[in-house]
């Protein structure tokens, strides 16, 4: 990190300088909600796809956002907010300023009550590990669902990642979104390109949320791939259930 010219004060951080942008911090604030492309990006803030896109940009540099290229369409890219990565930017961002002001990594939250619906074509892996994960996580506080849209038989290799996690899915099987028709949810999650296209609405849900995770019964890489993806989910299943308990304590303020 550099020190302005003629002070001892070091230059802003990383994520100061990334964020501090007001579209930046828009953009920021609607990827925090769930993976988009930059055409709606652009239609949710409003402004030109090539300003989105520079901007973007820069968040990507910083580390802050990722990028990958839609399975369903291949000329959108999905972006999404690097949760664990903005939590480090953050902590140092704090520090930077004063030893006070270093921030901690957050604390797990306490599950509460809610009802949450993972969505996938084939239903025969992410959809089922994030299921799974949720209710784990939760210990069983979260009502976790899942489906297809074209389901299948749950793949083994899905099967020994959560067994090495301790959780047995060994009996899970496969469900029809259809099945679920006239059901309320408190969040509806896709977390494939080609599912979210064709998502239908479910009572009690304002609109779905997307996690843009590629397919690992496509990788050629076999095992590991899975292991990226249940690592991936595992960690948005973290944050998710922080947005869960502030939803449910926003809700409690209301009422």
Known sequence: MGRAKGSRT??????????GHPLRW????????GDLAVRELTAVVDEPQNLVSYHLGRLRR???????RSSADGRDIYYSLDLAGCARLLEAAGGALHPGLHLQPPAPAVAVAARVLFLCTGNSSRSQMAEALLRDRSLGVVEA???GSRPK??????????????IDVSGARPKH???FAGSEFDLVITLCDRVKEICPEFAGCPRPVHWSISDPAGD???LPAFERVAEEISGRIDFLLHTIAARSGKETQAS
Request: zero cysteines.
């Open 10 to 19: 070091p230059a802003p951080p990383v994520f100061v300088t990334a964020a």
């Open 153 to 166: 038989a749950v793949h083994p290799l899905a099967v020994s990642v959560m067994a090495s996690r301790g």
């Open 220 to 222: 050629p890489a076999g």
């Open 62 to 68: 910083a580390g802050l956002v990722n990028g990958r």
């Open 26 to 33: 828009r953009l920021l604030g609607e990827l925090a909600n």
């Open 177 to 179: 979104l259809d099945e």
């Open 145 to 147: 669902y899942s489906a």
